[in-house]
């Protein structure tokens, strides 16, 4: 396998770090205060006729609408309360404390992305508006979809780009939606870790370019895109994954009319819907703070879908490129039988500097492909896709919408949409999906 250092020209740099403090310090504008401010660009009204019950999780909300066609009221869950701070070293301020288990990974390849901890703010008390009250997102626009005991939430990324993490409570189970911008990769967490609660903040540090969380129980150092603590306290433990979907906002509106979906009642002024990280994701381009070095056999900044066994130490890649020509890859990972999909209609976060009007990259998603024992062969059609077995049709949610097999939900596998130079530095051992 080839590799090449990356250098780092400093102009890039400059134009990162001003996006990381931007991200930090918000907009001086206010253009993100408030919860029902719009988008210029973005007219579409996020309507729904629904009325809005079902799966809001209605028994854990507060703050209802009055259903009246007025301002839209916020919607707040009731979260499971995080465990309690220990009298322990930090991580944050010693992070060669002897008392520490062994570390994951080499202290000095942990880099400051400039912002200090919760510099870039974490949101601990999130506020939703249901799918029918969401005014602030064109049709194209990614949302990160989670789903837990059969409830599904949305997270708008031209938030969760300013923000990064959210701690929320879905169905009662304590879970962590991330976001990181320099990777381009959305991962959820379930936040319980043996008898703690966990809640995790922004430590203002990059590994391999992505997002280093830490927690507020024992302020250990926890990176984002494989849920591992690498140093301090809790050093070697690992978070259980919670898949997460990135899709457009049109797919997740016709898919959940009744869900729930953050809005931008942050208790932060932020400029939602601008990219602070303009050109980031252009393919010549090279990788943020990244000081490691790039499996040659892909452009550092290519597009991935990566699908991994931790425990296995298995991992396969397929390039988005590709899998855009075909529509449909199925292959077996892990044991299972698999579907991965492509479909066109999802606009590029990391393109332009108003998210709603980044090109066209796409929205995938990965599946088991068996339902009942049997195992279907699927193919792309208008709008969507079809197996060969019953001539059912499927949305890109993994949702059978029409045929014998209307309602049935292919279950999810968890996958990344990222960026080839770091699901490679994380996935040493990657295959690639077909070959280069």
């Known amino acids: 396998m080839t590799k090449r250092r990356v250098p780092a020209p400093l102009l890039f740099s400059l134009l990162m770090a001003l996006g990381l403090v931007a991200a930090a310090c918000g907009d001086s504008d206010g253009d993100g205060e408030g919860a029902s401010g719009e988008v210029t660009a973005a007219e579409d009204d996020g309507g729904s006729d629904d009325d809005g019950a079902g799966e809001d999780g209605g028994d854990s909300e507060s703050g209802e609408g009055d259903g009246s066609g007025g301002e839209p009221q916020n919607i707040t869950p009731e979260q499971v309360a995080p465990s309690p701070e220990e009298d322990v070293v930090s991580a944050l301020q ?8 062994p570390a994951l990974v080499d ?50 990324v031209q938030i969760m780009t300013w923000h990064e ?10 879970i962590t939606v991330t976001y990181c911008p320099l990777c381009n ?27 280093v969380m830490y927690d507020r129980q024992t302020s250990s150092l926890w990176t984002h895109f494989n849920g591992q603590a690498v140093i301090g306290t809790l050093a ?11 899709v457009s906002w049109s797919e997740f509106r016709e898919a959940h009319p009744d869900a729930l979906v953050l809005n931008r009642d942050t208790g932060e002024q932020r400029n939602y819907g601008t990219n602070p990280y303009a050109g980031y994701d252009n393919e010549g ?39 855009a020509v075909t529509g449909v890859d199925q292959f077996e990972f892990g044991g299972q039988s698999l579907v991965a999909w492509h479909q066109e209609g999802l606009n590029s976060a990391l393109d332009t500097a108003a998210i709603n009007a980044g090109r066209d990259v796409g929205q995938t998603g990965v599946f088991s492909s068996e ?43 968890e996958h990344l949409d990222t960026f080839w130079f ?3 530095a994380f996935n040493e051992t990657t295959e690639i999906r077909p070959e280069p």
């Open 236 to 246: 070697g433990e690992q978070l259980d994954f919670i898949p997460v979907s990135t």
């Open 94 to 101: 010693e992070s060669s404390d002897p008392s520490f288990p």
């Open 107 to 156: 202290i000095v390849d942990i880099t400051s992305g400039g912002p200090p901890p919760d510099g870039i703010p974490p949101i601990d008390a999130p506020n939703f508006f249901r799918v029918e009250d969401i005014n602030f997102l064109a049709d194209e626009e990614p949302v990160l979809r989670i789903e837990v005991e059969g409830e599904v939430r949305g997270y708008p």
């Open 371 to 413: 339902v009942d024992g049997q195992v279907l062969t699927f193919s792309t059609v208008d709008g969507g896709f079809t197996d060969s077995e019953t001539g059912s049709t499927w949305n890109v949610l993994g949702q059978a919408t029409a045929g014998d097999l209307e309602g049935t939900q292919l279950e999810e596998v």
């Open 285 to 323: 381009q090279r990788p943020f703070l990244f000081n490691g070095e790039v499996d040659e056999r892909l452009a550092a900044m290519t597009r991935v879908l990566g699908v991994r066994d931790l425990d296995a130490e298995e991992a396969v890649a397929l390039p988005i490129s590709e899998l």
């Open 422 to 424: 770091a699901w490679a």
């Open 185 to 211: 990769s959305a991962v959820g967490f379930d936040r319980r870790l043996g008898d703690r609660v966990m809640d995790f903040g922004t430590s203002g540090l990059l590994f391999n370019s992505s997002l």
């Open 165 to 174: 993490i959210v701690n929320d409570t879905i169905a009662g189970v304590p």
